[in-house]
């Protein structure tokens, strides 16, 4: 089993599991893996070796995204992720098929967005058919934003037949697509970018 570096700074940087008993991810030393990123702390995560796998276990008050949801804490199984800042780092057995992983994560089915700038840099935000979408800091949003400059319920993606809508719900901050303002609804078209605060959200329709 080993832990690898996907994308950001360190992408390519590996560690075996093979004979540890746990690991701690951060900015620096005592870090066993060390990730050179602002967004990261000194020690961030620390996983720890159970007899069912692998435990990933924060160690600050932010979390860690772990495949596309913030946790505090997860169960980790081979081919699973976890983001710390704009590093992507990939459980990963053996198995010759894995090491595809390496590359980055796998492409997404269907709508969604891809987050290429701000805490979430790297992540995908999968629309699938549902009708709405609200974003937002919120933790009971639909895609939760981790950006200090975004309102608890921010924006609104509808999907409108084979299409997307986007709409500003009265933010402090506003919505913007393409750096302009957004003023009632607005079509979502292949790479359009959403900026919520410092986030970047470019739209894929898959």
């Known amino acids: 089993m080993r832990l690898v570096v996907v994308e950001g700074k360190g992408k390519g940087t590996q560690v075996r599991l093979d004979q540890r008993q746990s690991l701690a ?94 805490n979430d840099a790297g992540k995908t935000f999968p629309l699938g058919l549902r009708p709405a979408a609200i974003l937002g ?6 895609i939760t934003i981790w950006d200090i400059r975004a309102s608890r319920a921010h924006a609104r993606i509808d999907r409108q037949g084979d299409g997307y809508t986007i709409t500003d719900l009265s933010s402090s901050n506003g919505t913007y697509v393409n750096d302009r303002r957004l003023k009632g609804v607005h079509p979502l078209a292949p790479g359009d970018v959403v900026r919520i605060g410092s986030t970047h959200l470019e739209f894929h329709p898959g």
């Open 137 to 142: 800091r919120g933790v009971s949003t639909d």
């Open 25 to 118: 991810i951060g900015r620096a030393a005592p870090a066993d893996l060390v990730l050179d990123d602002p967004a990261v702390a000194d020690l961030h995560v620390r996983l720890f070796q159970e007899a069912t796998g692998w435990l990933a276990f924060d160690l600050t008050p932010g979390g860690f995204v772990h495949n596309g949801a913030r946790a505090q804490r997860a169960q980790l199984a081979p081919g699973d992720t976890l983001q710390l800042g704009s590093h992507v780092l990939r459980l990963l057995t053996d198995d010759p098929v894995d090491t595809r992983a390496v590359a980055g994560p796998e492409p997404q089915a269907g709508a969604y967005l891809l987050a290429t700038k701000g």
